[in-house]
Structure formats: structure tokens, C-alpha cells
């Protein structure tokens, strides 16, 4: 006679002969001629793959929209010295496949890459471009690659020209363009959502180059590499933009050249930001390098005009750390328009207006925020001190972790000025100008969704 332990042994490993995970029964598909079995297009080799599979992309360019709808890998190869798989637009341009959930059903959107409901797609080694994409209005958004209420990561690719008719068409004005586009929630699905965005170039974009929008989503954003088109008449532009709810963070990234040319000090209806947290609190923006833009980071908290997905519209308990912001042009290095955040460590220099403006303007903000041990070097006025109470100097982490001392300023004209206004002393042959309007008419089309201030 068996004992009952003999019985349980026996028991567990049928149950686990029945309920092997998918990933140990996982196939690997090519697209190509590299590898076998193969498809000749992406989709063909998406379409035949089964949840938890790989599909391998051989070197080449592939003029094709792709939806993923099931977990699985899309990596592209390097065959011998050839390295680069290029997702391109079809002959006759890209077309809308899916729309914007903010903005659903009234924002048609055309994702060269779309990844949708899924909980787990694995992008690597893709490059996404879309020149000759033949979209010839506002009305629809192209965006290199879109994960919609899906999870995954997105790792070492590539996106490029998503500009509206690029390269034959300027679209002055267009809020649309998107590099990477990552957005769960908004009535859609209630499931927690994590991205991953991980080593990616993002260059040539529209409107932004990455963006996290909405809630439940977790993220990390880390080690991207995001170049602007410079001053531009199209939209303006942000590197990064963080939305709606979103929680997660922003690390070791590097943007640059976000700047949108019609703007000036004395309407600042279009600033473009290199990373711009906005309605999304408890996010962490640190080590980053932001260069050249018109707003170096701002958190923006808007409780005027809330999203479904976050009621309250705030973007406060954020902790915006050890990154250096270089050359802000006409606005703040720093623009803290929310409360109750950390501004710990960072290196500001060459800041048109201030350093870091502590904003009073966005509905009662620019209060209760800890501001210590920052460099600021050459700048209108070290610290705009908008709202208070704040702590200038010294404070706590989390009201646990002591924080160093006192700020270090070098070259500013004042280092700590009250109030939102900072008037710069012109240079000769160059007019004196006074800033600053509220960041969300200065944000207002700078933000994803344009109307009344996104």
C-alpha cells in the first residue's frame, strides 16, 4: 500500500503535468529569410504566433502597421554586420487603427506599432520611422509605438519622424506626433497597467517624444535618449510628458532641444518643456540631464480641469533630484507649480528666468515643498519663491531621511526673490522682458491634449 505521502508526490506532479505555464511550450517564429519556420511580413508572424512566443525580425525594412493583441517577444536581429530592422510606412501611408483613449472616439490615432490589452509584449532592437507616412491634417495622430491598457517593456528601439505628411508637410500647430505613447485606463479597463521604457533614441517627433498617460499605470522610464527638432513652428514639443494619473519614474534620461519658436516671454501659450509632469503626483524625476528647452522640468498640478482618471489634477509628493538642467530658454530651469514636493540636489545653469520657481499659480500651489542642497549658477532669480510656506535649506525625506544644508547660488541677479515675476536685464541691442504667466497657459498647448490647457 502507497503512503499518503507516495500519493501526494504522485498527485502534485500530475497536476503539474496538466498545468505546465504557457512560456515552457513557447515557439519562436522569423520574419525573413534568416531563420525558420518565417513569415515574409511582421503581422503574418504576430498573427500565427501563440501567447508567449518570440518573434525574430531578420535585418530589413518592413513597410507595415503592426497590432499585437497576445503576450509575446518582437526582437529584431543582427545577422553577420547587418543590424537594423526598420518598421516603415506602407506605400500608400500609414492609416487610423485605433483612437486615443482620452480623447475616444473623436481622436483617431495611427500606430505604426500598436499593443493592445495585452499583459506582457516584449519590444527590442526595432527601429520604427515614420517618413512617408502620407497623413495630411490634424485630425490623426501618428504615433511610432503605442502599448493601449497593455504591459510590457519597450527596450532598445528606435522611433523617428512621426511628423504629420513628414518630410513634405509642416502642419503648423498640429498637437500630434508621438514617439513612444504608453496609456491605460479612462473607462476602458480597470487593471493595473506597468511599462517598462528602457535605452530607447527617440528623435523627430511632433509633439512628444515619450509619453505615460493615465491610471492604473505604473512605469519606469530610464537611460532614454530624446532629441527635439529645435526651434520648430509646429508643435511645441516635449521631451517627456507624464499625465493623468501615472506614477512611476523618470531616471538617467537625457532630452534635449525641446523649443517651440513662436513663443516668447509675453505669451506663453506654447512652451515647450523637456519633461513635464502634469495631474500625476508621487513620481520621481532623478539624474536626469534636460538641455535646451523652454521649460527644463515642470509639475504642473491643474485641479481646474481634472482627468476621469485622476479627479484631484494634482501633481505634488513628487521628489525631483540630482538632475542637471542646462540652458532653459525664456522660462525656469525648475517650475514646481504643485506642493509638497522634494527639490533636492540638482544643478541648474544659464536659466533665462529662475532657477527654480516654487509657483503659486496654478490654483494655490507652490507651498510646503522642501528645497535644499541645489546649484544654481547664472540665472534671473536663484529661487522664485511664488507660494509659501517652503523649506529653503535643510528638511527631511519623507520626514525621515535628513536632508544637507543650504542651496548654492553663483551668478544669479537675485538669489532668492518673492513672488511669480522675475524681470531679466537685458543684454545690449535686446529688449528687457518680464515673465512669468502661469505654466498652464504657459504648458497649455505644450500638453498632450490641447483643449482647454492639455
Not at 518573434?55 to 502597421?65: D, S
Not at 522640468?297 to 494634482?314: L, R
Not at 507651498?367 to 510656506?389: H, M, R, S, W
Amino acid at each position: 500500500m502507497k503512503s499518503r505521502t507516495h500519493l501526494a508526490v504522485f498527485a502534485a506532479l500530475f497536476v503539474a503535468s496538466i498545468a505546465v505555464p504557457t512560456s515552457l511550450h513557447a515557439a519562436t517564429l522569423y520574419v525573413g529569410s534568416c531563420g525558420g519556420p518565417n513569415k515574409p511580413t511582421i503581422q503574418a508572424a504576430v498573427n500565427a504566433s501563440s501567447p508567449g512566443d518570440t518573434v525574430l525580425v531578420c535585418p530589413g525594412t518592413y513597410p507595415e502597421q503592426v497590432t499585437i493583441t497576445k503576450d509575446l517577444t518582437l526582437q529584431g536581429l543582427i545577422v553577420g554586420t547587418a543590424g537594423q530592422v526598420v518598421i516603415t510606412s506602407p506605400a500608400a501611408g500609414v492609416v487610423a487603427n485605433t483612437y486615443d483613449l482620452y480623447d475616444y472616439p473623436t481622436a483617431p490615432v495611427a500606430a505604426q506599432v500598436l499593443v493592445k490589452s495585452a499583459r506582457q509584449v516584449v519590444l527590442n532592437n526595432i527601429t520604427v520611422d515614420g517618413n512617408n507616412n502620407g497623413i495630411s491634417s490634424c485630425v490623426t495622430d501618428i504615433r511610432g509605438i503605442y502599448y493601449q491598457n497593455a504591459s510590457g517593456t519597450i527596450e532598445n528601439v528606435t522611433t523617428r519622424n512621426q511628423v504629420a505628411g513628414y518630410p513634405s508637410l509642416a502642419l503648423d500647430g498640429c498637437q500630434t506626433g508621438q514617439g513612444i505613447f504608453v496609456q491605460s485606463g479612462y473607462g476602458t479597463s480597470s487593471t493595473p497597467q506597468y511599462v517598462a521604457i528602457l535605452g530607447n533614441s527617440v528623435r523627430t517627433f511632433a509633439k512628444n517624444g515619450i509619453t505615460v498617460d493615465g491610471s492604473p499605470l505604473n512605469f519606469l522610464l530610464q537611460k532614454n535618449y530624446i532629441v527635439g527638432q529645435g526651434p520648430t513652428t509646429g508643435a511645441a514639443e516635449n521631451g517627456v510628458q507624464i499625465s493623468d494619473g501615472a506614477t512611476g519614474q523618470v531616471l538617467n534620461n537625457t532630452t534635449i532641444d525641446e523649443i517651440y519658436e513662436p513663443d516668447t516671454s509675453s505669451q506663453p501659450y506654447n512652451a515647450a518643456a523637456g519633461i513635464l509632469v502634469y495631474s500625476s503626483a508621487n513620481v520621481e524625476v532623478g539624474f536626469n540631464t534636460v538641455g535646451s528647452a523652454q521649460f527644463g522640468i515642470a509639475m504642473i498640478s491643474d485641479p481646474t480641469y481634472p482627468s476621469p482618471q485622476d479627479p484631484t489634477g494634482v501633481a505634488d509628493h513628487t521628489n525631483i533630484h540630482d538632475n542637471s538642467v542646462l540652458g532653459t530658454q525664456i522660462f525656469d530651469g525648475l517650475d514646481v507649480c504643485s506642493n509638497n514636493n522634494t527639490v533636492f540636489n540638482n544643478s541648474i545653469f544659464s536659466s533665462t528666468e529662475s532657477g527654480i520657481h516654487l509657483d503659486s499659480t496654478c490654483v494655490g500651489t507652490g507651498k510646503n515643498n522642501i528645497v535644499t542642497f541645489n546649484t544654481i549658477n547664472d540665472a534671473c532669480a536663484g529661487i522664485l519663491q511664488g507660494g509659501t510656506p517652503n523649506t529653503l535649506g535643510g528638511g527631511s525625506l519623507f520626514g525621515l531621511i535628513p536632508l544637507p544644508g543650504a542651496n548654492t547660488f553663483f551668478n544669479d541677479t537675485t538669489t532668492v526673490l518673492a513672488g511669480d515675476v522675475c524681470t531679466v536685464v537685458p543684454t545690449p541691442g535686446v529688449a528687457a522682458f518680464t515673465a512669468n504667466a502661469s505654466p498652464l497657459a504657459a504648458a497649455g498647448t505644450g500638453l498632450l491634449h490641447p483643449t482647454p490647457v492639455r
